[in-house]
């Protein structure tokens, strides 16, 4: 077990952990391309720890004001990264109009086709029913 993951700097910071099959993460701030490069190989390295089995994954970004444009080109690698590895589901937390923007652009640029609206819930827990209800049913969800 690799444990909790952080980084952060004066504009942003974040958490990432597994428990069972879900990658967690939560988010603060502004994130910009040096936070994003961590969150990257970090996310990277937790996703091949799962990658033996289907999984999922669970975004707090109720606190995060969006990402730059550099950094939004590399979380979009981060979510590639995961989806070849074997990510089958995803669900968050948001509530700024410009994050909802940007992450349902990340799907779009993978081929993702619903909306992302179907996958915001209002608390963490809404997050991991969904995710786990998934889980147990379709492992072919994305």
């Avoid at 730059?68 to 080109?73: G, I, L, R, V």
């Avoid at 979380?75 to 995803?90: A, E, L, N, P």
Wanted: a negative charge; aromatic letters at 12%; charged letters at 15%.
């Amino acid at each position: 077990m690799l444990g909790t993951l952080r980084y952060q700097d004066k504009y942003g910071h974040y958490s990432i952990w597994t428990d069972g099959q879900i990658l967690f993460c939560i988010v603060h701030g502004v994130i910009g391309e040096t936070v994003a490069k961590h969150f990257d190989q970090h996310f990277c390295q937790l996703a091949e720890s799962l990658a033996v089995q289907p999984w999922a994954y669970c975004a707090d970004l109720s606190a995060c004001d969006g990402y730059t444009k550099e950094a939004a080109e590399c979380i979009k690698g981060s979510h590639q990264f995961g989806i070849t590895r074997g990510c089958v589901v995803d669900a968050y937390q948001i509530s700024s109009p410009l994050l909802i923007s940007q992450s349902q652009k990340f799907r779009e640029a993978l081929g993702i086709t619903g909306h992302i609206s179907e996958r915001i819930f209002n608390n963490n827990k809404g997050c991991i029913d969904f995710l786990h209800s998934v889980l147990k049913t379709n492992n072919n969800y994305i």
